[in-house]
């Protein structure tokens, strides 16, 4: 009921810069939070009201932010590292409409690569 689609990974060398994005669809009543990860590892989430949290290494380089008309979130990463290397996927809960009823969801995305290397 929900898809997830994921992009902008790429290979980048060392502090350079990436924007990820990703776009949720489907029978989705409203979004609660939103988040990416980075192989399972939680990097950053948006929550409805707009709080945000950052693994703490990458505060201060890493940047997520939302678009809730269009169900999209992004995640601007500068100061790239090697170690900042890795499948990012794209996680949102929310709300969908089932029938007469409305269910909550939490799904993932099939991830982009970002390689961080020179």
């Known amino acids: 009921q929900v898809q997830i689609v994921e992009s902008g990974g790429g290979k980048v060398q060392p502090g350079g810069s990436l924007t990820l994005s990703c776009a949720a669809s489907?029978?989705?009543?409203?979004?609660?939070?939103m988040a990416w990860d980075r192989q399972g590892e939680e990097v950053a989430r948006i929550s409805s009201d707009g709080a945000t949290i950052y693994k703490a290494s990458v505060k201060g380089r890493f940047t997520i932010s939302r678009d809730i008309a269009k169900n999209m979130v992004y995640l601007q990463m500068n100061s790239l590292k090697p170690e900042d290397t890795g499948v990012y996927s794209c996680?949102?809960?929310?709300?969908?409409?089932?029938?007469?009823?409305?269910?909550?969801?939490?799904?993932w995305g099939r991830g982009t690569q970002v390689i961080v290397s020179s």
């Open positions: 489907g029978s989705i009543v409203s979004v609660n939070s």
């Open positions: 996680r949102v809960t929310g709300m969908v409409q089932n029938g007469l009823t409305q269910t909550g969801f939490s799904s």
